[in-house]
C-alpha cells in the first residue's frame, strides 16, 4: 500500500520570501504520478503542480517548483516570492498506475504567509 | 465548463436521519470519485467509479455508507442512519485518464456534513 508523509504540520514563511515544504511517500509501484494540492480557506481543492516518476526533471509551474528525489522518495514544493494567496494547506499526493487510480494524500502542511 | 458541482453545499441534520449527497462530474470524464475530509484522518478515498461502473469500494467505511452513479453526469453518496461521527467534509472529484491529462483530479467545492 502507498502512504503519504508530510511531517511539518505548519509552516510560517514571510511575504516574498521562499518556503520549502517536504514530503515522502512509499510506493512499490515503479510508475506513479506525485501532486502538490492546495486548499485554501474556501475548501476548494487546487492542483499547483504534479510530476511523473519517469521525468528525471523537475516540474515548474511559475513561483512553484518540486524537487523530486526519486531514489529518497522525496518530493518537496518550492514556493518562490511567497504572497499573501499562498497562505493554505498543501497537500502532497501519489497516484499509481497499474490499474488503480487511488489518489493517496498526506495529513498536510498549513502554510501562513506573513506580511 | 463549469467544473465539478456538488450539492448541497452544507448539510445540518440529526443523528439518524437519511443524508445524500450529490456530485455532477466535469463533462466527459468517466473517472468519479468520493472522499471525506476529516482532522483526524485526512483526505480519504471512499469509492472510485469508471464509466458508471463501482471499482474500489474499499474505503467505504460501513454499511451505512452506500454510493451510486445512475449516468455519467451524477452520482450520490448515501448515509442511512447518519451519526455524529460522519460530520466531515465530503469531496466529489472527476478525472480523464489520457496522457495530456496526467491522471489530474478535478475537485468540486465539497459538502460540510454536520451530524448533531
Known amino acids: 500500500a502507498q502512504t503519504v508523509t508530510q511531517s511539518q504540520p505548519e509552516m510560517s514563511v514571510q511575504e516574498a520570501e521562499t518556503v520549502t515544504l517536504s514530503c515522502t511517500y512509499d510506493t512499490s509501484e515503479s510508475d506513479y504520478y506525485l501532486f502538490w494540492y492546495k486548499q ?22 511559475n513561483r512553484f517548483s518540486v ?15 511567497s504572497q499573501l494567496g499562498d497562505a493554505a ?4 499526493a501519489c497516484l499509481t498506475q497499474g490499474g488503480s487510480e487511488k489518489l ?4 498536510g502542511t498549513k502554510l501562513t504567509v506573513n506580511p | 465548463d463549469a467544473g465539478v458541482i456538488q ?17 455532477k462530474p ?13 482532522m483526524m484522518r485526512g483526505l480519504e478515498l471512499l469509492i472510485y467509479f469508471n464509466n458508471n461502473v463501482p471499482i474500489d469500494d474499499s474505503g467505504m467505511p460501513e454499511d451505512r455508507f452506500s454510493a451510486k452513479m445512475p449516468n455519467a453526469s451524477f452520482s450520490t ?14 469531496f466529489c472529484a472527476s478525472a480523464l485518464l489520457t496522457v495530456s491529462y496526467h491522471n489530474e483530479q478535478f475537485f468540486g467545492p465539497g459538502t460540510r456534513l454536520t451530524v448533531l
Not at chain 1, 104 to 107: I, L, S, T, Y
Open chain 2, 7 to 23: 450539492s448541497p453545499r452544507h448539510e445540518v441534520t440529526e443523528m439518524g436521519q437519511e443524508v445524500t449527497l450529490r456530485c
Open chain 1, 40 to 61: 485554501p480557506p474556501s475548501r476548494q481543492m487546487i492542483l499547483v503542480i504534479r510530476q511523473e516518476a519517469y521525468k528525471q526533471q523537475n516540474a515548474t509551474e
Open chain 1, 104 to 107: 493517496v494524500f498526506g495529513k
Open chain 2, 26 to 38: 466535469i463533462s466527459g470524464h468517466d473517472y468519479l470519485f468520493w472522499y471525506r475530509q476529516t
Open chain 2, 77 to 90: 453518496l448515501k448515509i442511512q442512519p447518519s451519526e455524529p461521527r460522519d460530520s466531515a467534509v465530503y
Open chain 1, 67 to 81: 524537487n523530486f528525489q526519486k531514489a529518497a522518495k522525496s518530493f518537496s514544493l518550492k514556493i518562490s516570492d
Open chain 1, 89 to 92: 494547506m498543501y497537500f502532497c
